[in-house]
């Protein structure tokens, strides 16, 4: 199993609703991470969570909670957002040999906020 | 700190010519460098990566770059444009050693593919 497997893969929410984002990949990766992408942008690192553990936070607000349950799993909660929080969320991952860089990331969650 | 300056937000081919995505880096330690394609609604896919070693080097649907140090570069190149290769390509640099999943990306290059 080669995949990140990102649901719901869109979402549309007002900006009073509770939702959630979910991530999980089975290949043994101890590296999980949250990217949020504006249209026509690069990826923009929001957490980096190493060995179930938040490493970075790159002052993302606190409207986006992010969880970490297992080493597999990888939950964004998101709460009271704006409309420029529209965007692509993409979850990604790697092994446990850190040091090449390279990231295997999931198709993305596509937030709409009314 | 290190960044990543992708030459030519939008880059139009016709299909069978040459490809070339250009992207420069800075970086005051040797650098991991990366090419990532991302289709229309989908998520981000590795090209092809340098760490260390061969300078030029291969990757998937036919795809290449090559590292040179002393222009600071990691341009990608196709010989042969296919309409499928229409995407965003992103250049990414790899921020210090032991990776902290800081990917400083370029700002992307749109590539149309003319039939």
């Known amino acids: 199993d080669t995949e990140v497997t990102q649901t719901p893969k869109h979402l549309v929410m007002g900006m009073t609703n509770k939702k959630s984002l979910k991530c999980e990949q089975h290949?043994?990766?101890?590296?999980m991470y949250w990217y949020k992408q504006k249209a026509k942008k690069p990826p923009e690192l929001m957490f980096v969570y190493s060995y179930e553990k938040l490493s970075i936070n790159e002052s993302v607000p606190s409207r986006f909670s992010p969880e970490c349950p297992n080493s597999s799993l990888l939950n964004l909660h998101l709460h009271a957002l704006q409309p420029e929080d529209s965007a692509l969320y993409l979850c990604?991952?790697?092994?446990?040999?850190?040091?090449?860089?390279?990231?295997?990331f999931g198709e993305g969650s596509r937030l709409t906020v009314l | 700190a290190q960044s990543v300056t992708q030459l030519g937000s939008h880059v139009s081919v016709s299909e069978g010519a040459l490809v070339l995505l250009r992207c420069n880096y800075s970086?005051?330690?040797?650098?991991?460098l990366f090419w990532y394609v991302q289709y229309p609604n989908q998520g981000l896919q590795l090209l092809l990566k340098y760490t260390t070693g061969a300078t030029l080097v291969k990757g998937i649907n036919g795809f290449e770059a090559e590292f040179k140090k002393s222009e600071t570069s990691f341009h990608l190149t196709k010989p042969s444009a296919h309409m499928s290769d229409a995407a965003e390509y992103f250049c990414?640099?790899?921020?210090?050693?032991?990776?902290?999943?800081?990917?400083?990306f370029g700002q992307g290059t749109t590539l149309q593919v003319k039939p």
């Open positions: 970086s005051s330690v040797p650098p991991y």
């Open positions: 290949m043994g990766h101890r590296a």
């Open positions: 990604a991952s790697s092994p446990p040999d850190l040091n090449t860089g390279e990231l295997f």
């Open positions: 990414a640099v790899s921020e210090g050693s032991g990776n902290t999943g800081k990917l400083i």
